[in-house]
């Protein structure tokens, strides 16, 4: 099969191995996936990974030991978990100890023709969820999971750090919880557009942090972004930490010991309140593609994905 696979260098493979039966998983033909932050952390060292990039997608089901699943068109968690360690009986299976993750840890992803996922981690679309909105079910799911992890309300001061493509959705879905969310970011065109959808926008340079926001939630995926989230919360404020990335720069972490912040560590979410969200038009995420590109053009795509205020890039597989 064809494959954007990297392994010390990020390449297309046009003929890959095919992915690899386990415990009669479910084979999926891929019909498109999304470049998110994580795959281009992962080509700097983000994880260690070596295999088949790829964890944002909408695939067929060409087999399944589920009968009722073949021929559907379906997104997937990410998560492949075993159900049997402590952390799976106590109802984290997101964090099972032997877990693997698509695309991430030890899972060839979705950058392929075909991709392997156990039944269970399975969601059939609607009809009313196009393959665009598609690939952005899981990257939503990511963002919804900040409703679940943090109480807001009303009178709650929220500020999303940055606005690339994981901030833009986590902005709609605070504002949709309603929440009188601002989004501080550094590019004009991205700042339009939370006005456009009535989110209120700040350009970075504008700014001067006053230690005043109830809670700030961090999606701008560089470390100076978590030391402007600590300038902007107030003591004893919350920073939602939704960026993942590969640096190693000293930081330094006094300022949350000396304003008792609360920083929570947010990843996946749940996946059918993105499906569900999406089918009722609540987010809008067709302004947030930038480009289409075939599978063949994996290697360019990410380097565009890559650029500065590029935001989502489609890969497809026909
Ligand atoms: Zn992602
Ligand atoms: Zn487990």
Same mark, same amino acid.
């Given at each position: 099969m064809r494959a954007l696979v990297f392994d010390q260098s990020l390449s297309f493979q046009p003929r890959h191995r095919d992915p690899v039966e386990s415990d009669g998983d479910t084979l999926l033909r891929v019909r498109q996936a999304g470049v998110c932050a994580t795959d281009l952390e992962i080509t700097r060292g983000y994880m260690g990974y070596r295999g088949v990039l790829g964890h944002e997608f909408v695939a067929d089901v060409v087999?399944?030991?589920?009968? &009722?699943?073949?021929?559907q068109r379906v997104a997937g968690e990410i998560n492949v978990v075993c159900g049997r360690c402590d952390l799976c009986l106590s109802g984290l299976s997101s964090h099972c100890r032997a877990r693997s993750v698509l695309g991430i840890l030890n899972h060839d992803g979705a950058f392929a023709d075909f991709v392997r996922l156990p039944a269970t981690n399975l969601h059939v679309l609607p009809k009313s969820v196009d393959d665009d909105q598609a690939v952005f079910v899981e990257p939503l799911a990511a963002a919804f999971q900040v409703l679940k992890q943090i109480k807001l309300d009303g009178r709650k001061w929220v500020t999303v750090l940055g606005d690339g493509r994981l901030g833009l959705l986590v902005a709609q879905v605070l504002r949709n919880a309603g929440c009188p969310v601002r989004v501080i970011g550094k590019h004009p065109d991205k700042l339009a557009m939370c006005e456009k959808w009535q989110i209120r926008s700040r350009p970075v340079d504008d700014i001067t942090p006053?230690?005043?926001? &109830?809670v700030v939630v961090d999606c701008t995926g560089s470390a100076s972004g978590f030391e402007l989230a600590m300038q902007v919360v107030r003591p004893r404020g919350t920073i939602v930490l939704k960026s993942t990335f590969a640096t190693g720069k000293p930081m330094n972490l006094a300022p949350l010991v000396i304003d008792e912040i609360n920083v929570v560590g947010s990843r996946c979410g749940p996946i059918r309140e993105a499906i569900r969200a999406l089918a009722e038009k609540q987010i809008d995420v067709a302004s947030l593609i930038t480009r289409r590109m075939k599978l063949e053009q994996g290697v360019e795509a990410m380097e565009l994905a890559g650029r500065p205020g590029v935001l989502k890039v489609i890969l497809t597989m026909e």
């Open positions: 087999s399944s030991p589920d009968r &009722d699943l073949i021929g006053r230690h005043d926001q &109830d």
